[in-house]
């Protein structure tokens, strides 16, 4: 894969670092924040806590007991 040498001020580099995932690429970074306007599973994740999950998927729940279809998504 051809690669491009850029260059960014010292405070850029350091706010880019501090974005970094654990294993992920300075390039898969800068890509995860341009596609940031595209929802993921991940981001989600880091949005809500355990009692919106929770809630979530209680209502979820209710809802299938109540016969309404609600396909593709998983409570566990």
């Known amino acids: ?6 260059t960014l001020e010292r405070s850029v ?3 880019l ?4 995932r654990p294993r992920e690429s300075l390039s898969q970074t800068i890509l995860r924040i ?3 306007e595209r929802p993921s599973l ?3 994740l880091e949005i ?3 009692a919106d999950a929770d809630a979530i998927g209680k209502a979820v729940e209710d809802l299938r ?11 566990s």
């Open 65 to 75: 007991a109540e016969g309404i279809p609600v396909d593709g998504v998983r409570t």
């Open 48 to 50: 809500f806590s355990q």
């Open 42 to 44: 991940r981001g989600l």
């Open 1 to 6: 894969m051809p690669t491009t040498t850029i």
């Open 13 to 15: 580099y350091e706010r």
């Open 34 to 36: 341009l596609d940031s």
């Open 17 to 20: 670092r501090a974005q970094r």
